[in-house]
């Protein structure tokens, strides 16, 4: 359930399945949902398992992640500022505890 709505928050802010960060942020949010201690070291924890799942390499991971934050927020500004509690572009990290906490039902 939390894919769907994971995938349906994306939607709404302007990101769709044609950037690659899509598929990235979706299984972070759902890794991070199920072990949120994974947010606290991205690069260590985070990124390689995702970067295995997507055939990635870390690097590629942490790119089009903070590609698809930055058309999340170009194009949804406000939404995104409300989901992560900014008021200016978020961080990965303060992006994909947001998401995570809003498509998990622990909504801000």
Avoid: W
Avoid at 2 to 20: A, D, M, S
């Amino acid at each position: 359930m939390i894919h769907r709505n994971v995938e349906r928050k994306l939607r709404r802010l302007g990101l769709t399945g044609c950037y690659q960060g899509y598929n990235c942020l979706v299984y972070a949010a759902i890794l991070i949902h199920q072990d949120p201690s994974m947010l606290e070291l991205p690069t260590k924890l985070l990124y390689p398992e995702v970067a295995q799942r997507c055939h990635l390499t870390v690097n590629a991971v942490d790119r089009a992640i903070r590609t698809a934050i930055l058309v999340c927020f170009r194009r949804s500004a406000p939404a995104v500022s409300c989901m992560c509690g900014t008021t200016g572009l978020p961080t990965v990290q303060q992006f994909l505890s947001g998401l995570s906490a809003y498509c998990g039902g622990r909504q801000r």
